[in-house]
């Protein structure tokens, strides 16, 4: 068994898996036929699910995560009682995933169709070996350990536990925590967010802080401009979520209102009794998150973004390739994404340039979006004739 600060925690099987896998940001999650979902530093390893706070959400629905495929069982569109429902309120508990928005990226028409459009997701096996190597990485750095919760209150000290873990590690000298979790407000737009880095990296000689996120490939060659743009986006939302946390601009009441939990429920004995282990003595979630805000705030903001890129099948890194945090960029894609969520304007597709991206895509027999730019470009195409006639 590890240290304290070494230790994770899973959920015992007896918990409904769908009930609190709502926290795994992981570029490539686990397949749902997991009985038992792991949780890293910073949550459940897992599709994601509907808040466990809630009945009838509809974050259950996300039928593709990066491990699975997608078959088209239904093209028809479900809008059951949703009128005048934003896509916030229709699709997700009340609050989104950094992942939501990563999709969103590359495009937001596919988004929509995994949440209306009845799919059978099947497992595939590029993305689970992709899957194996970030849980071999985070096995590398701390233990798993199964702790029995009763409750949604329970289900987030969990989470919180892990967030401390990752601190504790930097606290005490450590170098590496992975699977961090994150969440907070970004850029005061009342949208309360959750997300989960893969590796941060700690030095003490300097007091700095460097996130690490791996993608995996299949060629040993580095991914298309477009795909690039995803990850780049990815994680440097993942850095305004860090950083907001160290400068103390979350509010665990603007939290607690999001998730809709009670920060004041008293833990069940068996989060208490693991708590315990990291030297943590709370009797509820109102504690623990005063003292996390408390140590995260000794911290220091992220300095330097890096993403590695690795070989699956030879396990060979193929580059660490450094983003630039670029504040009014990620500001004005994030306004521009919650657009969509908050319901202000209906979804849209890829442009022309980026239309290869249909060519792997599950919804493009039925996308909308496809059609009524083939028809744009077939009138373009009848006026360019015509003026040259």
């Not at 109102?286 to 993403?307: E, P, R, V």
Request: charged share 25%; hydrophobic share 35%; proline share 4%.
């Amino acid at each position: 068994m590890g240290s304290p600060s070494q230790e994770t925690f899973i959920f015992e099987e007896s918990v409904l898996t769908e009930m609190f896998s709502e926290w795994d940001d992981s570029p490539t999650t686990k397949s749902t036929t997991e009985n038992v979902s792991a949780v890293g530093h910073s949550g459940i390893s897992g599709e994601k699910g509907p808040s466990p706070m809630t009945s009838g959400d509809k974050g259950n629905e996300e039928k593709a995560p990066t491990s699975v495929i997608s078959k088209i069982i239904d093209s028809k569109p479900d809008f059951t009682n949703d009128t005048n429902m934003s896509p916030l309120e229709k699709f997700r508990p009340g609050y989104l995933w950094v992942t939501d928005f990563t999709r969103q990226s590359w495009c937001e028409q596919q988004l929509y169709y995994t949440f209306t459009i009845p799919t059978i997701a099947e497992e595939n096996p590029v993305m689970t070996a992709g899957t194996d190597l970030h849980l071999a990485r985070e096995l590398a750095t701390h233990d798993i350990v199964k702790v029995e919760v009763q409750s949604s209150e329970d289900i987030w000290a969990i989470k919180m536990l892990n967030l401390h873990s990752a601190l504790v590690t930097f606290l005490h000298g450590g170098k590496v925590a992975r699977e961090v979790p994150v969440f907070g407000n970004p850029f005061g737009e009342n949208i309360f967010v959750v997300g989960l880095i893969d590796e941060l990296r700690f030095d003490p000689s300097n007091y700095t802080i460097d996130l690490l996120e791996l993608k995996t490939r299949q060629s040993l060659s580095l991914p298309p401009k477009a795909q690039r743009k995803q990850h780049n986006f990815q994680v440097m939302l993942y850095k305004t979520l860090f950083d907001d946390l160290v400068k103390g601009q979350v509010s665990k009441d603007f939290m607690a209102s999001s998730l809709r939990i009670d920060l004041f429920k008293e833990l069940g004995d068996a989060i208490k009794e693991h708590a315990e282990k990291q030297f943590v003595v709370v009797k509820n979630l109102s504690d623990l998150m005063d003292l996390i805000f408390h140590k995260i705030q000794t911290l220091t903001c992220i300095n330097q973004i890096l993403i590695e890129y690795v070989h699956q099948e030879s396990k060979q890194t193929i580059n660490h390739v450094e983003v630039q945090y670029d504040v009014s960029e990620i500001s004005r894609l994030y306004k521009q994404y919650l657009e969509f969520w908050r319901g202000n304007r209906e979804a849209m597709g890829v442009e022309i340039e980026e239309a290869w991206k249909c060519q792997r895509c599950d919804f493009n027999s039925v996308c909308d979006w496809r059609k009524k730019k083939a028809e744009e470009c077939k009138l373009r195409n009848k006026q360019s004739n015509r003026s040259n006639t």
